[in-house]
C-alpha cells in the first residue's frame, strides 16, 4: 500500500471556504423563499396551483430538495396529491423530476467545496465508491429512493467528489421515482381501494 502525497493545506482551505460559501448562500435563499412564501403574492400563486396537481407535485418537489438546511416534510404531501389525481404515476414522475433538479443545490454546494475532503480517511474511502461509476449509480439510487433527509450529505458528497451529473441526475431520478411510485401505488390501493 502507498502512502497517499500529503494535500495542499492552502487547497484544502480554499475548498473548505467555497464550500462554506456556497452552503451560506443555499441557506440565505432558503430563508428569502421561506419569506417570500409568506407574501400575498406568494400566496395567491400557491392558492391557483392547488388545482394544477401535476405541476403543484414538481414545484413541491422542487421547492422541497433545493432546501439542504430547511427540511421541508412533502412526501405526506405527495401522497394525499397522487391519491387525489385521475393519474397517479404523473404525480410520481412530476414528482421526481421537481425532486432531482432541487437536488442540485447540495450537488453544485459540494462541487464548490471540491477538495474539502480530500486527505481524510472518510474522504479517501467515499471517493473510492463514488469512483466507480456502476456503484456510484447504486449507492445514489438506494439512497436518494427512501423518504429520508439523508440525502442531502449524499448529494454534496456526489459532488464535492466529482461525481458526473450523468450518473447523479439518471440515480436521484430513478430512486425518486421508486419512491414516488411506492406513493402512487399505495394512494391507488389503499387510499382509494
Known sequence: ???????????????????????????????????????????????????????????????????????????????????????????????????????TSGFLAGRAGKGAFEGTRFGRWIARQLQHPVRAFGVLVLVAAPPNPAFDVAGLAAGTLGVSWRIFYPAVFLGRLVRFLLFAAFAVWVLQG
Open 1 to 103: 500500500m502507498t502512502a497517499e502525497p500529503p494535500v495542499d493545506r492552502v487547497a484544502r482551505r480554499r475548498s473548505i471556504l467555497r464550500l462554506s460559501l456556497g452552503i451560506t448562500a443555499l441557506l440565505a435563499l432558503n430563508i428569502a423563499a421561506y419569506w417570500a412564501l409568506d407574501t400575498e403574492p406568494a400566496q395567491r400563486m400557491l392558492a391557483a396551483l392547488s388545482s394544477a396537481v401535476y405541476l403543484g407535485a414538481f414545484i413541491l418537489a422542487f421547492v422541497a430538495n433545493v432546501t439542504v438546511l430547511v427540511p421541508i416534510p412533502y412526501n405526506a404531501i405527495v401522497l394525499q396529491m397522487a391519491g387525489s389525481a385521475d393519474l397517479p404515476w404523473l404525480v410520481a414522475i412530476c414528482a421526481a423530476a421537481g425532486s432531482v433538479l432541487g437536488e
